[in-house]
C-alpha cells in the first residue's frame, strides 16, 4: 500500500537543521519542519520511540508528511502497537487538507498514498470502528487518487473494482482503462488484469497478442507468490496460436528492453 522506504530518502535533509530540535524541549514555536527532519533522523536511526514523539509533534501541527508517516507506522505496527483507526485518522487529516494540492508537488506523492490508505480502509472496513464496508466510497476515492494525482496503484485498484463491480456496476471498459494507465507505469497486478481482459475479449474488443504480452510482462516481474498471474499467463499461452504466441513474446522482450532504457 505504501512506498515509504523510498520515500523517507527523498526527504532525507528536507528541512535542515535537524540537529536543532530538541525532543525534550520543543514547545508552541518549535518549527514542524524541524521535527519532522528529527522525527526520520531518528526512525532512520532506529529510535522509533523519539521518531514517534517526534513526527506525532509535527502531525499535530498540521504536517503532512508528519501525518503520513505516522499513518504508515501506525497501520503496519512499526515501532508502535498497531492501530488502523488511528491511521484512518491521520490519513483523513491529509486528505481533507491537500485534496487539491498540484500533483507533481514533493508532498502529492505522500498525499496520493493517504487516500488509497483510505480507499481501502473503505473497502475493507476496520472492525470494531466507525469505519464500516463502504465499496462506494472506496470507488469514489480510488477514483480521486487516480485521476488527479494519476497514482498507479489507486488505477490498479480501481480498475479491480470495475472489473469485480465492487461499489458500483461492472464495466469491462473502465477496468481495461483504468488497468491499461496503471499497467504502462508498472504495476503487476494491472498489467496481468489488462491481459485477461484483452486476450479473452471480456467487453471490448479481443487483442489475444496484446494480451499475452501483458501476461507475459506481468508474470515477469511477479513475486513467486502470485500463482493466479502465472496461471492466467499459461492458461492463455496453451489456447494461443503458434504465431500469437511469437508475437507476444517478441512484444514482450521490446516493452522490457524500453523500460530498461527508460531508467525503470
Sequence with gaps: MFRGVVAIVVFTGFAGGA???DANNYDA???????LEYGL????????????EALSFAADKGNA?????????????DGIAEDDYKAFELFSEMADAHADDIPGQPSSRFVSDAF???GGYYRDGIPDTRVKQDLTRARQIYSYAASYFGDPEAQAKLAWMYYNGEGGERDSVQAARWAKLAADKGDVNAQALLGHVLFEGEGVPRQPVLGLMYLTVAR???????????????RAVSVATENERRTAMAL?????????????
Design 116 to 118: 488509497v490508505a483510505l
Design 65 to 77: 508528511i508528519a501525518q503520513w508517516k505516522l499513518g504508515q507506522m501506525y497501520a503496519e505496527g
Design 220 to 234: 515477469d516481474q511477479a513475486s513467486d507468490s502470485a500463482e493466479w498471474i502465472r496461471d492466467l499467463q499459461e
Design 252 to 264: 514482450a522482450e521490446d516493452w522490457r528492453a524500453s523500460k530498461v532504457r527508460q531508467g525503470r
Design 29 to 35: 514555536e518549535t518549527a514542524p519542519a524541524e521535527a
Design 41 to 52: 533522523d531518528s526512525y532512520r536511526s532506529g529510535d522509533k520511540e523519539s521518531a514517534i
Design 19 to 21: 540537529a536543532a530540535f
